[in-house]
Nanobody, 117 residues
Framework: QVQLVESGGGLVQPGGSLRLSCAASGIGFRTYDMGWHRQVPGKQRELVATVTSEGSTNYADSVKGRFTISRDNAKNTVYLQMTSLKTEDTAVYYC???????????WGQGTQVTVSS
């Protein structure tokens, strides 16, 4: 099973920036489709952004133009650069990986992002 460890969360003021990182285990990282999701208490987890093994990206409408997902296959890491942060971006952010021919999924433990003045 792929292990994922997120980092980079914290407290930031509205309009500020943060970069989240997600380090993955395993030697097949370049074949994984990777994604970032977020969840606030009482709500369902929602998709934020994805990047396929080929490098194609997709974003939720709410973050388009503000967030950028990228990957570094040499470091087995996927990033989420977040700019122009809003209070409504406050959530626990989770990294996930989809891998193998069976399309298995692994999740990280999550990292808290709080946008507040």
């Amino acid at each position: 099973q792929v292990q994922l460890v997120e980092s980079g969360g914290g407290l930031v003021q509205p309009g500020g920036s943060l970069r989240l990182s997600c380090a993955a285990s395993g030697i097949g990282f370049r074949t994984y489709d990777m994604g970032w999701h977020r969840q606030v208490p009482g709500k369902q987890r929602e998709l934020v952004a994805t990047v396929t093994s080929e490098g194609s990206t997709n974003y939720a409408d709410s973050v388009k133009g503000r967030f950028t997902i990228s990957r570094d296959n040499a470091k087995n890491t996927v990033y989420l650069q977040m700019t122009s942060l809003k209070t409504e971006d406050t959530a626990v952010y989770y990294c996930n990986a989809i891998y193998s021919v069976y399309r298995l999924t692994s999740w990280g433990q999550g990292t808290q992002v709080t946008v507040s003045s």
